[in-house]
């Protein structure tokens, strides 16, 4: 195409911009996306999960994470983390000075393991929901009035569990009447539809967590599906599927937490199909300066003798250190942490440099998500 060409297609697309967002006056529709306008696909922000190496895995550059403007779901089987990882996001929110809302539909906040994550409990909306209608409800009146008084203030719902709401039907019928599941299902299509539209454009991010259930009789394929139908997965942005890796223990064998993998199963912001591994501790939350030492040893970024470890800086300083004090020298010298953040997103962030052949890459039958 000639460079005259393409200057004529500008123009002819600059007219059917005009007149299109001239026809639809009340909003506007048409928008380039070179960077020149503001447009409803643009990212407004982004959370953090607690983990560096989720948000790595998420938005697949630095300081990432669950993105503003979008609906998350983070599903997985039952202890495996869904609700702790939900409460991580929403003490996040409140370290950027946002507003957090837990919308509960299954009566077991942990209002201590909230405490010491760094949740401002009297600054915290707490809402506790039983019907996928009230919950509906509730986050469309939350929308609305940010809209009016204070729409450049960061917003974050977290609806838990989606597995755990039931419908006004529900509430009404027999125990022995059918029909609940579908029910549900149809209300909460017709509910994602305008939900998504309505936080689009807005500095809100809605985080849902969901149960994994397994399907009767699948052979092939991904045996797992989720509550609610498949409004939800094809609305979220991105997908989070945790699984409970094992125990943490001490050594006099008592559970001290657990070792939790997070696949990220659909995503629009980044490289689906990719994972994060991070230990939870029931006294203080994801250890994610722990994490960071395990990549640094995956990736021999880190010199190991016995007990003791020797991180060399930027500058060439050799810092010497055992696993307990790791924390400790991270947080108290920025230079050793943004040093040390630099070297662990070269190493983690997936970038598309060489093209492969056919040869070069491996097939597989592996099938992930609903």
Same mark, same amino acid.
């Given at each position: 195409?000639?460079?005259?060409?393409?200057s004529v297609n500008d123009v002819l697309a600059s007219t059917l911009a005009d007149s299109l967002n001239k026809k639809f006056k009340d909003?506007?529709?048409?928008?380039?996306?070179?960077?020149?306008?503001?447009?409803?696909?643009? @990212?407004?922000?982004?959370?953090?999960?607690?983990?560096?190496? &989720?948000?790595? $895995?998420?938005?697949? /550059?630095?300081?990432?994470?669950? $993105?503003?403007g979008r609906i998350t779901e983070i599903n997985g089987l039952e202890s495996s983390g869904k609700s702790l990882l939900g409460a991580h996001i929403l003490a996040e929110t409140q370290k950027k000075n946002g507003v957090a809302v837990y919308i509960d539909t299954e009566t077991s906040v942990s209002q201590e393991f909230m405490d010491v994550i760094g949740i401002d409990m009297g600054k915290m909306l707490y809402l506790h929901l039983?019907? #996928?209608?009230?919950?509906?409800?509730?986050?469309?009146?939350?929308?609305?009035? #940010?809209?009016?008084?204070? /729409?450049?203030? &960061?917003?974050? @719902?977290? #609806?838990?569990?989606? $597995?755990?709401?039931?419908?006004? #039907?529900?509430?009404?019928?027999?125990?022995?009447?059918?029909?609940? $599941?579908?029910?549900?299902?149809?209300? @909460?299509?017709k509910a994602m539809r305008k939900i998504t539209q309505?936080?689009?454009?807005?500095?809100?991010?809605?985080?849902?967590?969901?149960?994994?259930?397994?399907?009767?009789?699948?052979?092939?394929?991904?045996?797992?599906?989720?509550?609610?139908?498949?409004?939800?997965?094809?609305?979220?942005?991105?997908?989070?599927? &945790?699984?409970n890796m094992g125990q943490i223990k001490d050594t006099g064998k008592n559970v001290l937490g657990m070792k939790c993998r997070a696949q990220i199963v659909k995503n629009r912001l980044g490289p689906p199909l990719r994972h994060a591994d991070y230990d939870m501790y029931f006294d203080r939350g994801i250890d994610n300066y722990g994490a960071w030492l395990t990549v640094l040893k995956e990736h021999k970024l880190i010199k190991q003798g016995g007990s003791w470890y020797t991180l060399t800086d930027e500058k060439g300083k050799e810092h010497k250190f055992l696993s307990k004090d790791w924390e400790e020298l991270i947080t108290s010298n920025d230079e050793i942490k943004e040093y040390v953040y630099?070297? @662990?997103c070269d190493k983690v962030i997936l970038k598309y440099q060489e093209k492969l052949g056919i040869d070069d890459v491996e097939f597989t039958d592996e099938v992930i998500g609903d």
């Open positions: 195409m000639s460079k005259k060409q393409a909003t506007k529709v048409a928008y380039f996306l070179d960077g020149t306008d503001t447009s409803p696909t643009d @990212i407004k922000d982004f959370i953090s999960t607690g983990s560096s190496m &989720l948000d790595l $895995a998420i938005s697949n /550059k630095p300081n990432g994470g669950v $993105a503003v039983e019907t #996928v209608e009230d919950i509906f409800e509730a986050i469309e009146e939350i929308v609305t009035k #940010v809209r009016e008084s204070d /729409k450049d203030r &960061l917003v974050t @719902i977290l #609806v838990d569990s989606l $597995a755990g709401a039931t419908t006004k #039907v529900e509430l009404e019928a027999d125990f022995n009447k059918d029909g609940w $599941a579908t029910a549900k299902a149809i209300i @909460i299509s309505m936080i689009g454009r807005e500095k809100i991010a809605l985080i849902f967590t969901n149960q994994l259930r397994q399907k009767l009789g699948v052979m092939f394929g991904d045996p797992w599906t989720t509550s609610g139908g498949k409004a939800l997965p094809f609305h979220a942005s991105t997908r989070i599927r &945790l699984k630099k070297i @662990i």
